[in-house]
Nanobody, 127 residues
Framework: QVQLVESGGGLVQAGGSLRLSCVAS????????MAWFRQAPGKEREFVAA????????RYADSVKGRFTISRDNAKNTVYLQMNSLKPEDTAVYYC????????????????????WGQGTQVTVSS
């Protein structure tokens, strides 16, 4: 059973930075694709960033491109989301997701494609 636990959320002023972490257990990190999604109050969950697998391709939502970076440390079974230049519209609960990788180049951006989910961590950006 794969388990994902996020941390690192909090309250930050606009223009600030946060780094979210997602620790995975129960599987080999390098063979799994990892993704971040977010859900703001009253809105549907949306894609933020993902990678195809370890050292594979990455994709970002247009709204975060150039500001957010997804990375991973396979030795620690951890994926990160570095968030810079935060805006109030980035306020949401951020979720880590995972699935068995398809290939090194195919990055999945729909939430239904992912099998395992964390509990979420709140990010609040004040103006």
């Amino acid at each position: 059973q794969v388990q994902l636990v996020e941390s690192g959320g909090g309250l930050v002023q606009a223009g600030g930075s946060l780094r979210l972490s997602c620790v995975a257990s129960g599987r080999t990190a390098s063979s799994y694709a990892m993704a971040w999604f977010r859900q703001a109050p009253g809105k549907e969950r949306e894609f933020v960033a993902a990678d195809a697998r370890s050292a594979g391709s990455t994709r970002y939502a247009d709204s975060v491109k150039g500001r957010f970076t997804i990375s991973r440390d396979n030795a620690k079974n951890t994926v990160y989301l570095q968030m810079n230049s935060l805006k109030p519209e980035d306020t949401a609960v951020y979720y880590c997701a995972s699935r068995l990788a398809i290939s090194r180049s195919i990055v999945l951006v729909t939430d239904r494609a992912y099998d395992y989910w964390g509990q979420g961590t709140q990010v609040t950006v004040s103006s």
